[in-house]
């Protein structure tokens, strides 16, 4: 009997109260098709009611794949744990899921994403749950806000654990009743390939913790073919685990994207093809980043000003001596930018996002250069949450998972919030500070406990376009400066805190504001100029 079904059929699999697992990472992977049929149904029918759904990265974005949104309906929707939310400009009207948390009508949770994969992976063992010192003092922690979003979330998922004489976070694993994946070729039987897929997810997981509990597995793809025609190694899902296919030919490879073969790996793109970063402020920020990096470093990599870094690097004629490792499987290659973001071409490698997780979770890679919105007093960083415009963010995603024991974490972004800035004569010039200081006495949400790093000896650098600060036991200090700026007008008296200042003061090579390139070399960084003042 075919295993093949309408989207409106799979979508009538699902009954009121039940939970629900989707593999996407935004618009990557998304079964948008199937979301967009229970969505339809409810809107019909009025069922399925009072469901949970579990999104591991997260599902569907703000520049046309709906994702989440399809189920974000008062009445369908009564639980959600996300590893990350659509995201996008403050300018653009609120995903429903957005007004939804906002107004209380959805429990919703912000779960790091390689603890909701673990919880997945849990379950399909029939195991309780998982025991991490993952999110310890952060917003993940119950003595903080425990993963939840808002007063909806009142049901506590995560408590304190003592452990062989040691503190863990304990998340009970939840079962789904349902997981809903996507791959790109389904046989007959339902062996599943991912060949147009950018990575592989955690399909396999999702899938696992369904079959293994009695649910149903519905696996969107974009065709069928025969049975026997697909090669045993390619197959990343097996038959057994599928139980229905739902066809979409037009599924979207990611979000803006029909289909990009660089980005499945099919084919290389010639290094000239990448454009590199237009000289700005951003990319000031970005060439001092990647001043931290040195040859042959496994460095994870996240939205935002970082995301140039390897465009810095090719620029300067040092690709290849860093390989670039993002949560959504990629290894090696050109991590891309802008919606693509999450893909990479060129990639060496493609791990299933689990694994890459459980990679990042022990602290295995050698960097990580990541975004904040705030810093405070500890030198803890927000980076998941901002009330005044909660969908700016998407919430952590696997923020607090590679965290949590990375050797070395390098954040960059603007010292203040609407500083009108420009570039002149190899320095920085402030025309109009901004009115929004984002070094503060105590972030809104905790990403990332400088404590911690501090009691664990992490590695912890922040670089803006006026300074360099290194977390130390004592606090914040600021280490180097960028020239143009008065370190008493233009840094001490702009943050909310107190904040140490090196004896030895350094000040950032004007090359770096200047539009040539500015002779990095990785074997040993670039040289510093001399002491301030």
Not at 68 to 73: C, N, S, V
Request: proline share 6%; net charge neutral; aromatic share 6%.
């Amino acid at each position: 009997m075919s295993k093949v079904v309408s989207a409106a059929h799979a979508a009538s699999l699902i009954k009121d109260g039940m939970v629900v697992s989707v593999s996407s990472s935004s618009g990557l992977g998304c079964p948008d098709a199937v979301l967009a049929a229970i969505g339809e149904r409810f809107d019909t029918q009025g069922h399925p009611k009072a469901i949970t759904t579990l999104h591991p990265i997260a599902a569907g974005d703000m520049y046309g794949i709906k994702g989440i949104d399809h189920l974000a309906k008062p009445g369908l929707l009564k639980r959600t744990l996300c590893g990350s939310y659509p995201s996008g400009p403050s300018s653009a009207e609120p995903p429903q899921i957005w007004k939804m948390i906002g107004d209380n009508s959805v429990a919703a949770y912000n779960v790091p994403s390689g603890i909701l994969f673990d919880m997945h992976r849990e379950a399909a063992a029939k195991r309780p749950g998982v025991l991490t010192k993952v999110g310890l003092d952060t917003f993940a922690d119950p003595r903080h806000q425990g993963c939840a979003m808002n007063a909806a979330a009142s049901e506590p998922i995560v408590s304190v654990q003592q452990f062989d004489g040691e503190e863990w976070l304990y998340f009970r694993a939840i079962v789904p009743n349902i997981s809903i994946i996507r791959a790109t070729t389904a046989d007959e039987r339902g062996n599943l390939t991912y060949e147009h897929e950018g990575a592989y997810l955690g399909g396999l997981e999702q899938a696992l913790a369904a079959r293994n509990n009695g649910g149903i597995v519905i696996a969107q793809v974009k065709r069928v073919v025969e049975n026997g025609t697909l090669k045993p190694h390619d197959v990343r899902v097996p038959a057994v685990l599928v139980d229905h296919i739902v066809v979409a030919p037009d599924q979207l490879q990611t979000t803006q994207t029909p289909y990009d073969p660089a980005i499945s790996g099919e084919i290389f793109r010639p290094l000239s093809s990448f454009r590199t970063p237009e000289m700005n402020v951003q990319k000031v920020i970005a060439r001092r980043v990647a001043m931290e990096l040195r040859d042959g470093m496994a460095v994870n990599i996240g939205f935002g000003i970082s995301a140039n870094v390897p465009r810095i690097l090719l620029e300067e004629g040092q690709h290849g001596k860093v390989t670039w490792v993002i949560e959504q499987g990629a290894v090696g290659g050109v991590p891309l930018l802008d919606f693509k973001f999450g893909c990479a071409s060129n990639a060496e490698a493609i791990m299933p996002s689990p694994h890459q997780f459980i990679y990042f979770q022990a602290g295995g890679f050698d960097a990580s250069l990541l975004s904040f919105l705030q810093i405070d007093r500890h030198g803890s960083v927000n980076v998941s949450k901002l009330s005044a415009r909660p969908h700016v963010t998407a919430g952590a995603g696997g923020f607090v998972d590679i965290t949590s024991r990375a050797k070395k974490i390098v954040f960059s972004g603007f010292f203040n919030a609407g500083a009108k800035l420009s570039l002149a004569d190899g320095a920085i010039r402030i025309d109009q500070e901004g009115k929004v200081k984002k070094v503060v006495e105590e972030v809104e949400h905790i990403s990332f406990s400088g404590k911690r790093a501090v009691a664990q000896g992490q590695d912890i650098t922040y670089v803006t376009e006026r300074c360099v600060m290194k977390l130390t036991p004592d606090g914040l200090m600021v280490t180097e400066l960028a020239p143009g700026i008065d370190l008493e007008r233009d840094v001490l008296a702009q943050a909310e805190i107190p904040l140490g200042v090196a004896n030895d003061l350094k000040v950032t090579p004007a090359s770096l504001y200047q539009d040539r390139p500015i002779g990095l070399s990785l074997n040993g960084g670039a040289s510093l100029g001399g002491t301030h003042g």
